[in-house]
């Protein structure tokens, strides 16, 4: 059956009608029923790998929604992220040693090859794996619009200049999204994925020590969960990793905002939504509108994650990859 794991989440599921009419009036060329002819099998093979590498590790829901934000942003969500090569976008530096996931986009790639050969692009594989990331982890079901097509090349340079970094102010990154279409609303929402998932102490040990000149730590991060991660990455590597969540880790839910309000945001960028001069100024009354209502939040994530994902390579542009890590 298409949609059969599918259930395994139904007491999770949300569909909302504002996000059923964002598919139908901007689907353009993409539209949920690309496959329906030519490869029925997707649904059932992409959520059966998901379903499989999340069962050993819950992580990897919150690492393949990343690979598609990641993916997206530079070049469009044309799989140019999966392209093997030194000059690749995965050996960037806000990609490197730390975007996950590809072995398992490899694994559905190489079942669906074998059942509808060159029909599936690689980038729709990396969208619809996002979204079941999402599901399976608790969060919001969405239609995916499909019928990408996979980039020729990939693009280093734009994932180094491109991509949103966790060092970066308020305003910066908000300037980032609307160089791909993308409003204040969606910062808010999609940095709300970092309800699930983990992050790696080179990108918050900053807050922990020598923070400026008159403060060693971070004012807007609660003291308590400041010791806690100074004790987590002392002497270490940069490498150990904490849970982006603290409250519900493995949950997708509205806990990532409660924690703003309550300090206890794990990157600067996180923290700076609520409490950064910029972020009261444009992104605070979102942070509490999305602290205090669940389903507004899963709503609007939804519709963002649509729109995000509606930034492809369509008809004669790109092609249809047989390995998702080189260009045919």
């Given at each position: 059956?298409?949609?059969?794991?599918?259930?395994?989440?139904?007491?999770?599921?949300?569909?909302?009608?504002?996000?059923?009419?964002?598919?139908?009036?901007?689907?353009?060329?993409?539209?949920?029923?690309?496959?329906?002819?030519?490869?029925?099998?997707?649904?059932?093979?992409?959520?059966?790998?998901?379903?499989?590498?999340?069962?050993?590790?819950?992580?990897?829901?919150?690492?393949?929604?990343?690979?598609?934000?990641?993916?997206?942003?530079?070049?469009?969500?044309?799989?140019?992220?999966?392209?093997?090569?030194?000059?690749?976008?995965?050996?960037?530096?806000?990609?490197?040693?730390?975007?996950?996931?590809?072995?398992?986009?490899?694994?559905?790639?190489?079942?669906?090859?074998?059942?509808?050969?060159?029909?599936?692009?690689?980038?729709?594989?990396?969208?619809?794996?996002?979204?079941?990331?999402?599901?399976?982890?608790?969060?919001?079901?969405?239609?995916?619009?499909?019928?990408?097509?996979?980039?020729?090349?990939?693009?280093?340079?734009?994932?180094?200049?491109?991509?949103?970094?966790?060092?970066?102010?308020i305003d910066s990154i908000i300037q980032k999204f609307a160089a791909v279409d993308l409003n204040t609303t969606?910062?808010?929402?999609?940095?709300?994925?970092?309800?699930?998932?983990?992050?790696?102490?080179?990108?918050?040990?900053?807050?922990?020590?020598?923070?400026?000149?008159?403060?060693?730590?971070?004012?807007?991060?609660?003291?308590?969960?400041?010791?806690?991660?100074?004790?987590?990455?002392?002497?270490?590597?940069?490498?150990?990793?904490?849970?982006?969540?603290?409250?519900?880790?493995?949950?997708?839910?509205?806990?990532?905002?409660?924690?703003?309000?309550?300090?206890?945001?794990?990157l600067s960028s996180d923290q700076g939504l609520f409490s950064s001069p910029e972020g009261v100024a444009r992104?605070?009354?979102?942070?509490?509108?999305?602290?205090?209502?669940?389903?507004?939040?899963?709503?609007?994530?939804?519709?963002?994650?649509?729109?995000?994902?509606?930034?492809?390579?369509?008809?004669?542009?790109?092609?249809?990859?047989?390995?998702?890590?080189?260009?045919?």
């Amino acid at each position: 059956m298409e949609h059969s794991l599918y259930y395994y989440c139904r007491s999770w599921l949300l569909v909302c009608s504002s996000v059923l009419a964002l598919c139908l009036g901007s689907r353009g060329q993409l539209t949920p029923g690309f496959y329906r002819s030519t490869c029925p099998q997707l649904y059932y093979t992409v959520q059966r790998h998901v379903f499989d590498a999340m069962r050993a590790e819950t992580r990897m829901g919150a690492s393949l929604l990343r690979l598609h934000f990641h993916d997206c942003f530079v070049n469009g969500c044309d799989a140019s992220i999966l392209l093997d090569g030194d000059d690749g976008e995965k050996f960037a530096l806000p990609n490197r040693n730390s975007v996950r996931g590809f072995e398992v986009i490899d694994a559905i790639k190489a079942d669906l090859e074998s059942v509808c050969p060159e029909v599936v692009s690689c980038a729709d594989i990396v969208a619809l794996a996002a979204s079941y990331g999402v599901l399976f982890s608790g969060g919001p079901y969405y239609d995916v619009l499909l019928g990408r097509r996979d980039g020729l090349v990939a693009n280093q340079s734009g994932a180094n200049s491109g991509l949103p970094s966790p060092f970066e102010p308020i305003d910066s990154i908000i300037q980032k999204f609307a160089a791909v279409d993308l409003n204040t609303t969606d910062v808010v929402v999609l940095s709300g994925a970092h309800t699930i998932g983990r992050a790696r102490c080179a990108l918050f040990s900053n807050r922990l020590s020598n923070f400026s000149a008159t403060e060693s730590v971070d004012p807007t991060l609660d003291a308590g969960l400041a010791e806690s991660l100074q004790s987590l990455c002392a002497g270490g590597d940069g490498n150990q990793t904490s849970a982006l969540d603290v409250s519900t880790p493995n949950a997708f839910d509205n806990a990532y905002y409660k924690n703003l309000l309550l300090e206890k945001g794990l990157l600067s960028s996180d923290q700076g939504l609520f409490s950064s001069p910029e972020g009261v100024a444009r992104t605070k009354a979102l942070v509490e509108t999305y602290s205090q209502d669940s389903e507004h939040f899963f709503c609007h994530f939804a519709s963002s994650m649509i729109k995000m994902g509606n930034i492809p390579l369509t008809a004669s542009d790109g092609e249809i990859r047989k390995n998702c890590r080189v260009a045919n």
